[in-house]
């Protein structure tokens, strides 16, 4: 197939970002959040969906890997785990 | 054929309830059948899900009759059946499928919208979860209509070819004018052309069906029907 290739995104809840699950073969906008709808939301997992082309994400080197990441591995300080969440904050 | 057939005593809301219901399992058994067999995989969940929609409202409208659903579906023959001709025609290529859904399903979408409002609790019930269904099985099916009639010179001929084919069989549809009204519009933004209408095929209410039907039962019909009883 050389019909473009989109990523889909769903949204299950209110409160939730949206997810990245997966990609879809569409012709255009209309039908990719179509086959979005139909591939991947068959058991009541979205409230709402976002399809993007494939060709506009702009993604990290994986040889910059070690640059990018490694730093934070050594700065536990930055995990909100020291914080008791309140029950009533919901989704964080 | 190891079972005896049923038939049942036709009151006007049981005639009515099995049209309605017939004309959702039959159309939905032809979408079935592309399964494993569709263009794309989307596609074949697409249809695939549109085929489990119209099950799904074939079931809650047999039950609706207080009648034992598996037998109405397996064990009627092709004489007590009331489903529209349109629905029981072969699939033919993916032009002949997406210009059947769209005119069929713009006719149930128009009756389950008008239905919601029904005096009758179970056709209400049935009709609001219906709409929903129809919605977008009608937009599914026009939004495709419209790429393959304006799409390549080969889509295009595919398509008209295939609604010249299905108009004679669309004189059985409930609420024709509206439906017409319905469905003009989305032909000619798909460029093509909306035949005359000219003598109509009929029957399949009163049970006169094409040839296809029976060999779409012999199919469908034929586990319980070997296998009286049977569970997985």
Request: hydrophobic fraction near 45%; avoid cysteine; proline fraction near 5%.
């Amino acid at each position: 197939m050389n019909t473009p290739l989109w990523e889909v995104f769903v949204r299950a809840r209110n409160g939730l970002a949206h997810k990245h699950v997966g990609s879809v073969h569409a012709a255009d906008a209309t039908m990719a959040v179509q086959a979005a709808r139909d591939v991947y939301t068959r058991r009541g997992e979205g409230l709402s969906l976002w399809v993007v082309p494939s060709n506009e994400i702009v993604a990290s080197d994986p040889a910059d890997k070690d640059m990018l990441f490694e730093p934070t591995g050594s700065k536990i300080y930055r995990h909100p785990t020291f914080y008791a969440v309140p029950e009533e904050v919901g989704h964080m | 054929m190891a079972t005896t057939s049923i038939s049942v005593d036709e009151t006007p809301r049981l005639r009515n309830l099995l049209m309605l219901a017939d004309d959702a399992l039959i159309l939905g058994h032809r979408l079935s059948e592309w399964t494993g067999h569709a263009p794309t995989l989307e596609e074949e969940l697409a249809l695939t899900n549109i085929a489990l929609d119209l099950i799904g409202q074939a079931r809650a409208l047999y039950q609706a009759t207080g009648l034992d659903e598996d037998a109405l579906a397996y064990l009627r023959d092709p004489n007590r059946f009331r489903n529209t001709l349109i629905a029981e025609l072969p699939n033919g290529d993916f032009a002949f499928t997406i210009v059947r859904l769209f005119l069929v399903s713009t006719a149930s979408d128009l009756y389950w919208r008008a239905t919601v409002a029904s005096d009758d609790p179970d056709l209400a019930a049935i009709a609001a979860k219906a709409e929903k269904e129809t919605a977008y099985h009608v937009r599914h099916a026009a939004d495709w209509l419209v790429r393959l009639g304006d799409g390549t010179d080969e889509s295009h001929r595919r398509a008209q070819t295939a609604l010249n084919a299905l108009w004679p069989f669309t004189g059985e549809l409930a609420g024709r004018p509206a439906w017409l009204r319905a469905v003009a519009p989305v032909l000619a933004r798909a460029t093509l052309t909306q035949p005359a209408d000219g003598w109509m095929q009929s029957g399949g209410r009163d049970g006169r069906h094409t040839e296809h039907l029976g060999h779409l039962l012999a199919e469908m019909q034929i586990l319980p029907r070997t296998y009286p009883g049977a569970t997985w």
